[in-house]
């Protein structure tokens, strides 16, 4: 098992199909705050943001399939 901490690439995890009505793209994992109460750090590793190009390509895939709704999903997506 790799240690998270030293991942600094965002890893692209194409899902094309949902049961819902809206579908979910994830385009950033990870945080840099480290508060005492909170395991994402750990248990993610630092802040890694998936590429402009890469968000497109899914939405877009994710469109052709019908889908009218897509939610961003992350930790930090302000």
Known sequence: ???VMN???FEDLNIDRFKNTR???KIQDGCNNFCTYCI???A???VRSRQK???L???QRL???GYVEIVLTGIHTA
């Open 57 to 59: 390509n899914q939405a």
């Open 44 to 46: 993610r590793g630092r």
């Open 7 to 9: 991942l600094r690439k």
């Open 23 to 25: 579908a979910f793209l």
């Open 40 to 42: 994402i750090p750990y």
């Open 63 to 65: 469109v052709d399939n």
């Open 1 to 3: 098992v790799d240690n």
């Open 53 to 55: 190009e890469s968000v």
